[in-house]
């Protein structure tokens, strides 16, 4: 194809990031925009794409605005509980899609989702910046190549004003958000985590505490991996610190890194750290938007794919199991 027709479901703040790096990109054209009344949707052409010729139509209604427009890919930017049927609308209209993250917030609804891609057979790439990173594809490329050794442990930490600052908002209503701080911002910590170590969670223990909201704001969380890889991830929404950590221990070195961003990586293999370790630019996919383009376009392979969000709803549920029962919670059989 000469170029993607891009359709923007969502039209919030996050989109907006989204539309302006899509504009920028040759190889798209975004021909529509969809939220709940057409009022917003003209606006967020305003903002973000008024020099854009022609310009896109807004639409206030997700089947009309896919029978009108025919866009062959879409960019998912809504609550979190609207992503499935607003994934699975756009595959059965022969889309493509971006899912931003989560990819869902139910396992069976990831079940799904991912048997309608495999029907459809387009691609779905979830929004998740680590696994664009050069750093990751290296750590990871490490982790199953064992250059370290043998992955044993994963720590790791993020910390954010998420309380305070999403107060009033969706988010923090459990309808629309399907979970509070661990499935927003959280979900980005916990994705690295999946992603990077690639195996089925077998079991988890989690402690949560919603100070006094409707979902959870500060959590701990132990993970054990089918492969035996123990993790232990604290995820924070009440700190006006914002940042981010995780410790990948090997049996023979560690990698440090930015779990949330993938921006900076510290290899030590032993005891002593690897000055220049061995990561290029090949290794970077540019983030989500581009290659979530590059693999319609058939120049890369999607670094996110529907079974990444099957682990990690699976993660999700257990973790929300766990925090209710105050017991152990294990995948369910499937």
Known sequence: MSQVRLAMIG????????????????????????????EISNSYIDRNLSDLEPRPQAFD?????????APNAVLISTPHTLH??????ALEAGCHVLMEKPMV???????TLAAKVEETGKVLVIGYNTPCTANFYYLREQIRNQSLGKLELIIGYLSQNWKRGTAGAWRQNPALSGGGQAYDSGAHLLNSLCWSVEKNVAEVFAFIDNHGTQVDINSSINVHFESGVFASIVVSGNCPSD???????????RIDIDGWGGGWIKVFEGSKQI??????EEMNAGGPDKNFIDAI????????????G?????????????????????????
């Open 11 to 38: 039209c919030g703040g996050n989109s907006s990031g989204h539309a302006r790096v899509m504009n920028q990109n040759p190889d798209v054209q975004i021909v529509a925009t969809c939220d709940v009344n057409t």
């Open 61 to 69: 209604n997700l089947d009309l605005m896919l029978a009108e427009t």
């Open 84 to 89: 499935f049927e607003q994934g699975m609308k």
């Open 105 to 111: 917030t139910d396992a069976d609804d990831a079940y």
């Open 243 to 253: 940042s981010s950590h995780m410790t990948y221990i090997f049996d023979g070195g």
């Open 275 to 280: 000055e220049n370790p061995l990561i290029t």
């Open 297 to 308: 376009m058939g120049r890369a392979e999607p670094r996110t794919t529907p079974l990444n």
């Open 310 to 334: 099957i682990i990690q709803s699976e993660l999700m549920d257990a973790i929300y199991e766990s925090g209710r029962t105050g017991q152990p919670a294990k995948p369910k059989s499937r």
